[in-house]
Nanobody, 114 residues
């Protein structure tokens, strides 16, 4: 059974850092481009970051450039999103997406608040 499971969300103070993990199973993770999306209440789901298979290329939304880093460990079937200098507007549910299977994770809540 193919699935993605996001972990690492939680409450963090403005200016703080958080790292999300997405564990993949049930498909050939190494050949799949992977992405992180986020969706805040009342807003459309938006692309945050993407990474090609084997980490050969990455891209980021303008609103996270210089603050977030996407990476992957194919040996662990896991993609990460390191989030630094967090802002209240980063508050959202963050979703992992596997392009090769058109597969979404269940999401993990990130709340940035003092």
């Amino acid at each position: 059974q193919a699935q993605l499971v996001e972990t690492g969300g939680g409450l963090v103070q403005p200016g703080g850092s958080l790292t999300l993990s997405c564990a993949a199973s049930g498909f050939l993770f190494s050949i799949s481009a992977m992405s992180w999306y986020r969706q805040a209440p009342g807003k459309e789901r938006a692309l945050v970051a993407a990474i090609r298979s084997f980490g050969e290329s990455t891209n980021y939304a303008d609103f996270v450039k210089g603050r977030f880093t996407i990476s992957r460990d194919n040996a662990k079937n896991t993609v990460y999103l390191q989030m630094n200098s967090l802002k209240p507007e980063d508050t959202a549910v963050y979703y992992c997406y596997a392009h090769v299977r058109n597969l979404w994770g269940q999401g993990t809540q990130v709340t940035v608040s003092s």
